[in-house]
């Protein structure tokens, strides 16, 4: 017998009615320690206001007690019947990134079902009973449990450890919002000035790095150069594996390889120009002292801030394709470098942290707004991707790159004027051409032209996204480490029926 919603739901179901209050609703569901409420009226299932509702009603700054749920809650939200599988439940809460729903038996409540009750199930099934119920890109699929942060697409909101990273990049350094992701906690003034500090001193390259990065700089780009140089990194400091070390000796490795990942980026860049590496400063914040050492030119306080705030924006975003193949390789107990190296691959794509180059290329090729309309509706009927558009997550406008297009407004200039009269055309252009998709700038539209006006080389773009994703790899490795299990997830297998006889050679 298949399992049905009804072997899993919670029932009854915790219900209030559409006037109760905001903060009587929040009493109710930390009594019961439950994630959501049902509104009922008359009986019947008028709405559902989860944790998430509660949040966005406190992040804007809602008086609980006189906000009735009404207001904040998802009005006729969409329901199971207690006889379905669980893997149409599933396929609902997954594809609609819902985390609860409503179980309704004809016009009546009988339940709710979470996602947590089916994360439980779906450990115990077989790989081809649940193969064909994940969603293709294993889009909206709880893979993890994080404390490091969340991305909300529907809202456009996203967060490092509960605060806003757009408000971190607007308010902190990098640096301090590093030391956020490892302690959990922002940096007070002292911690603040001795994390800095401490970081700063371990930005040298190692000396087997030194000698090995002249050769390695001549085969390849500065991105491939650091997927190469992390290997040798780990190799020379003897990194073990996470398995077999504990969570201070791993911390110690991550602020090594962070600091000096920079510095690797920078150095691959110069000898590629035939000059020598520019040695790295210690009275520099993080930002500033990359663009030293990449243009050797001591930066200005605005470029340097420009760069750092797209740093903390893309510090870390949920569970990238990046930071998924980090938690992978950890899952297995491979070392830190092992799972960096892995990472670096992955963002080096042209759909994931590749993007920000190609966008340039795309706006050189534009050359100028009245060109825009028609060279975008060519690449989308070719099939093209418009590149730094689109989201997995977003389905509407990406924070950060709204946040960023601040930044090259602030910073000003042509490429700025083309850039944001490209995007206004190809927003129009993508929602006639390819209605429903809700199809928007992402972060890399405008890294490119930020990264692009503060003096960064194309080839540096991915680079710098990376010299700052690092520390978001690394608090994702410090996290799959201290709870591990094995990633393993199974493939359905759609080849011709096995088995045929083997031919004879
Ligand atoms: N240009 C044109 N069409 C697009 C674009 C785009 N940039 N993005 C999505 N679409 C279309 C697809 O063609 C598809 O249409 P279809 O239903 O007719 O086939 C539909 O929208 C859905 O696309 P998917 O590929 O299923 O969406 P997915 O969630 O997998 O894609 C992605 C997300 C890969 C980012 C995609 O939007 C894309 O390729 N964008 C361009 C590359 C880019 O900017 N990457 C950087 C991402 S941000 C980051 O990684 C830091």
Redesign the pocket.
Known sequence: MPTVVRDLMSAPAVTCEAGTSLAEVARTMRDAGIGSVIVTERGKVAGILTERDLLRAAAAATVASAESVELWMTANPDVLGPDEEVGAAWISLAHHNYRHLPVVDGHELVGVVSLRDLMGMARLRPADEHGTEIP??L?GVVAAETELGDVRGEEGFFHYRRYSAVDLAARRSLEDVWYLLLEGELPDAGEARRFAADVAQRRALTPGLAEMLPEVAKQGSPFEVLRTAVSLLGAELGWRPTHDIDGAELRAQTLRLCSVVPTIMAAAYNLGEGRAPVEPRTDLSSAANYLWMVTGEEPTPLDARAVEQYQIL?ID?GF??STFTARVITSTGADLAAAVCGAIGA?SG??????PS??LAMLDEIGSADQADSWLRG??ER???????????YKTD?PRSLFLRDVARFLGGPLVELAEKVERTAVDV?ADM?PG?R?FT????YAGVVMSTCGLPREMFTPT?AAGRVIGWSAHVIEQAAHNRLIRPSARYTGPSPPVPVPDP
């Open positions: 293709a890109g889009e893309t975003h990238n394709a963002l042209p759909l994931h942290g590749g993007a190609r966008a690449a989308v099939g093209d991707r418009v590149m730094g558009f689109g989201h997995r997550v990406d993508l390819k998709r199809l992402n972060v890399e539209f996204f």
